[in-house]
Every structure is written in C-alpha cells, then in structure tokens.
C-alpha cells in the first residue's frame, strides 16, 4: 500500500515539473529587453538600386500636330466625244478613293473614260493596224493591268484582245475600229477585184489563143497581137486593183477589232493616285462647262506622295534635322505610323517639319492630321548620360553621383550638370572619375527612390 502511494506522488511530481518547465520558457520568450525590442523592429539593410551611365547625344522630344497633305495634284480633264452630247452618265470614282491603271473614271454619252499611266496623252484612236510609241505606251500599260502581250509598238490582234478583255472587265465592250458595215463593203471590193483580175487573165488566155491559131494557119495577126496587149494591159490593172482591194479589206479587217478611241483614256504619270476632288456630276454637259472654279480639273488627282507637315516653334527647329526619326499617331483609329523627317521649311510664316512615311501608308485621306512625336538624334556632341535620380545635392550646393563598384563599395564624385531631357541628364565628373558603363546608384531599397537629403 505504501509502495502504491508513492507511485502516484512521483507521477504527480513529475507532471507539475513538465508544466513549470514550459510556462518558465514561454515567459522566457516573451521577456526582452527594450533595447533588443528596438533592435528587432529595425528594417533590413538598405541595398542600392543603380543604373547605367551611358554615352550619347541627349535631344528633346518634339511633340506637334501634323496635317496629312499630297504634292503634285494632277487636275483632269474629261475627254469630249467626237460625235454628239458628251453629257456624264455616270461616275466610276469618289473623293478619298484609290484610282489603278485601268480604273474607270467616269461615263460619257455612255462610253468609258479610262485612266493610265504614261507619258504623254493619245492623240489619235489606237485601232488595229496601227504602229507608234503611242501603241507602245498603251501596250505597257496593259502589262501592267495583267495581260500578257509583246509590247511591239504595233497594234495587231494580240493588243486587240487585251484591249476587249480590259472593257469587258469594266462592264463594256469596247468599240470596233471599222464598222460592220464597212468591213462587208471592204470584203465585198475584194471579192468584185478578184473576180475582174480572174476574167481580164481569161480574156487574155482567149487573145493568146486566138493569135496562136492565126500564126499557125498564116492568117494576118496584127489585130490579133493588139489584142493580146490590150489583154495584157487589163489583166495588169485588175491585178493592182485587187491588191489594193484586197490591203484595204485586210485593213479593215484588223481595224475590226476592239480599239482604244482617245475620248475614252487620261493619261497620269503615276498611278495609283487618290482621288482629291471630283468636280463633274452625273447630267453635266461637258462640252458647256461646270460651275468649278478656274483652273480647276474635272477630277483631280492628289500627288503620288504623301506627306505629314507639322508646325514648330522657332526653338526647337534647331534641334531637328533630315534623317531624324517620328511616329505618327491617328487618335481615331489608334493607330501608328512611323515616319522621317525629309525637311524643315523656314520660309513660311512659322517653321514647318515636313515629314514622309517609311513604312506603308499613311492615311488616304487628305486634311488629317496626327499626333507626332519626334525624337530628333541631336547634333551635340554625345555626353555621360544618367538618370536624374542619379544626382545627389550636397550641402554647399554642388551634384555629385555614387558610383557603385564591382566589390560592392560606393564612391561620390562631384560632376557638373547638362541638358535634361526625358528623365535624364548630362553630366561631366569633376571631382573624380566615371565612365561609360558604370553602375550610379538612383537609390535604395526601403528608402524609395532617393534617399533622405537627395
């Protein structure tokens, strides 16, 4: 019973000592002093942030409105018919639109007017048979359009079929170069010539004949060989008349054909072209005049070279030159454009940047204007170049830079300051070294970006 009784004192002993171990060491824990409070609270230590020192030229970006304008407008004039009312029945293109080689322009008296590109203008309908540099010049533009043909300078039936297929592609059928009529006339006085030349050469097999019997029976042939020469002298005339008939219905053969009427094609030195202005509606009498103002065309064609010119101020212009890089940017559609600077113009009322595309297109539309940006590459000399988070005030006033070396220490240099463009700043050290490449410290960890005093 004894033994019992101890048993259970020692278990209980041991159990309450357990429990004063751990609350001793849980007070342990939560007993600091003040001073190791302050120490714990404390923030890790601070690291340096840096940044590249970098030489180059440090220009300013000019940002300016631009307008989107085109040089060297064509104003066109539409063709008259050569028979009868050249009224406009229709109108094949708009302002803003992009006209081709080929493309209808507009209808008259119900006829085509086409535009090519070449130059000069036709001055005489191209039908078949027909030799020139004006045949030459339409044959080129039909290449271009797609068809295959030899550009010979001579209109044959090969240009003929490219011309047919080109109206018929428009929805017209082009005009022939003789008439039905006139080829039936043609055929018909060559087939009366042919069949003169084949009577005169039997009348003269007959004469011949008859002379041979005479000779040969000892008759007189005087009357006789007169006749033979008689013969002889019609068979020759039929002969050339049937040549002639037969060139002429040749002739009017190939004219036949499908033909290009010059009242039917402007000519452009460059094409594709937008459309600038239309001045001619569909009901106007060409031949009596539109109420445009003088000088202008019946369509007019924009230059084949679009520009972006922007107004800046006097003094900036300096700093801008040809060559220097811009974007264009279209607040509408968001898009962008990236263009070059080609020129400023002086001359004007305030200085203009006259900038071009150097990639696609900018928009078609004439009068836009853009949103640019310009990033002129300066014509300074290039400088140490370093963000301006970088420059540390001292207290007498000067700047200096901590230049973070490779081993982790850091040094101050005193420099003098530059330009300040975009964030960055030129600099010249004065008061110790830095170079292209070094790292300068722009601030540090837990700090923020400059440190108490900078």
């Known amino acids: ?20 171990g751990l609350a001793i060491g849980v007070v342990g824990q939560r007993m600091r002093t003040p001073a190791q409070v302050v120490a714990d609270a404390q923030p890790p ?45 229709g109108l094949g293109t708009g302002v803003g639109e992009m006209v081709r080689e080929g493309d209808l322009l507009a209808e008259v008296a119900g006829r085509p007017v086409f535009v090519v590109q070449g130059s000069f203008p036709f001055y005489r309908d191209l039908v078949g048979g027909v030799e020139g540099p004006d045949v030459r010049q339409l044959q080129e533009s039909l290449t271009r359009m797609g068809w295959d043909l030899e550009v010979d300078g001579v209109y044959g039936q090969e240009t003929q079929r490219a011309v047919g297929a080109w109206y018929a592609r428009a929805g017209y059928e082009a005009a022939l170069g003789a008439s039905d009529e006139e080829l039936s006339q043609a055929r018909d006085a060559y087939l009366a010539a042919r069949d003169q030349a084949t009577a005169a050469d039997e009348q003269l097999a007959a004469a011949q004949a008859a002379l041979q019997v005479a000779i040969d029976a000892g008759d007189p042939v005087d009357d006789l060989q007169r006749q033979v020469a008689n013969a002889q002298r019609a068979l020759a005339a039929a002969k050339r008349t049937r040549a002639r ?180 700043v030129a600099i010249e050290p004065v008061g110790g070294t830095v170079a292209e490449g070094d790292q300068v410290v722009v601030g540090y960890s837990g700090y923020g970006t400059t440190p108490e005093g900078g």
């Open 245 to 424: 008939a037969w060139s002429r219905y040749r002739e009017v053969r190939l004219r036949h054909g499908p033909s290009v009427p010059r009242s039917e094609v402007v000519v452009v030195d460059s094409l594709p072209r937008e459309v600038a202005a239309v001045e001619v509606t569909v009901g106007e009498d060409l031949a009596v005049g539109n109420g445009s103002s003088e000088g202008a065309g019946d369509v007019t064609l924009a230059g084949g070279t679009r520009q972006v010119v922007a107004s800046i101020g006097r003094e900036v212009a300096p700093t801008i030159e040809a060559g220097d890089p811009a974007t264009g940017y279209d607040d509408v559609t968001g898009t962008s454009y990236p263009l070059e600077v080609v020129g400023i113009d002086e001359e004007s009322e305030g200085p203009r940047v006259v900038l071009v595309p150097i990639a696609g297109e900018v928009p078609q539309l004439t009068g836009r204007t853009l949103r640019v940006v310009i990033a002129p590459e300066g014509t300074g000399e290039a400088a140490l170049v370093v963000p301006v988070t970088a420059v540390w005030t001292l207290p007498d006033g000067a700047t200096s830079v901590t230049v973070l070396e490779a081993d982790g220490t850091t040094r101050d240099v005193v420099v003098v300051t530059g330009t300040i463009v975009d964030g960055f």
């Open 1 to 20: 019973m004894r033994r019992r009784h101890f048993v259970v004192a020692l278990v209980a002993l041991g159990a309450f000592a357990l429990g004063l």
């Open 45 to 89: 230590a601070p690291s340096p942030v840096t940044a590249d020192v970098e030489r180059r030229v440090l220009a300013p970006t000019v940002v300016v409105r631009g307008e989107i304008v085109t040089v060297g407008a064509d104003a066109l004039i539409l063709p008259l018919r050569s028979e009868g009312p050249s009224v406009v029945t």
